[in-house]
């Protein structure tokens, strides 16, 4: 079975990056890092939040996102931001689906969520006054909602 990607763009919080990493070892899913990262990958803070599992993870990085934009059918991305009313359940995952998340203080470009609109989704909050989900529990909410509609338990 094709495997689920899980695409950080331009990441800024290396424990968020390695407990996505870890994320990512446990679910088969392969994690694709867009630069310019915020950091080392030889951070202390990186490695610990993935712990002993990187070798279990497919990492694949990007120079940027034209980069990865150019090289991935559309029909596989999903892009997922605060901006937009299109909730991530309502999405129609299939294998090999490309989850973007943006980085974790500006989110996705104005100009990526213009370009994909349709192709944008949020994750509801009930309390407004809280701008945005932690980056590694929201990308671990929409990869095991993917998995869920594949029957992947």
């Given at each position: 079975m094709e495997q689920f990607n899980i695409v950080l763009v331009e990441p800024e919080i290396p424990?968020?990056?390695?407990?996505?990493?870890?994320?990512?070892g446990a679910t088969n899913s392969i994690l694709h890092l867009v630069h310019p990262l915020g950091f080392s990958t030889e951070d202390k803070h990186l490695k610990r939040a993935g712990l002993d599992y990187w070798q279990y993870v497919k990492v694949v990085h990007w120079h940027n996102l034209e980069e990865l934009l150019r090289e991935v059918d559309e029909h596989a991305l999903k892009?997922?931001?605060?901006?937009?009313?299109?909730?991530?359940?309502?999405a129609d995952y299939k294998p090999g689906d490309f989850l973007v998340f943006g980085k974790e203080t500006k989110g996705l470009s104005d100009e990526i969520r213009t370009n994909y609109q349709e192709l944008c989704y949020t994750l509801p909050m009930e309390n407004t006054h809280i701008r945005s989900l932690n980056l590694a529990m929201t990308a671990g909410i929409v990869?095991?909602?993917?998995?869920?509609?594949?029957?992947?338990?």
């Amino acid at each position: 079975m094709e495997q689920f990607n899980i695409v950080l763009v331009e990441p800024e919080i290396p424990p968020n990056t390695g407990s996505i990493a870890r994320l990512c070892g446990a679910t088969n899913s392969i994690l694709h890092l867009v630069h310019p990262l915020g950091f080392s990958t030889e951070d202390k803070h990186l490695k610990r939040a993935g712990l002993d599992y990187w070798q279990y993870v497919k990492v694949v990085h990007w120079h940027n996102l034209e980069e990865l934009l150019r090289e991935v059918d559309e029909h596989a991305l999903k892009f997922f931001t605060t901006k937009t009313t299109r909730v991530y359940t309502d999405a129609d995952y299939k294998p090999g689906d490309f989850l973007v998340f943006g980085k974790e203080t500006k989110g996705l470009s104005d100009e990526i969520r213009t370009n994909y609109q349709e192709l944008c989704y949020t994750l509801p909050m009930e309390n407004t006054h809280i701008r945005s989900l932690n980056l590694a529990m929201t990308a671990g909410i929409v990869l095991y909602e993917a998995l869920r509609q594949q029957n992947i338990n």
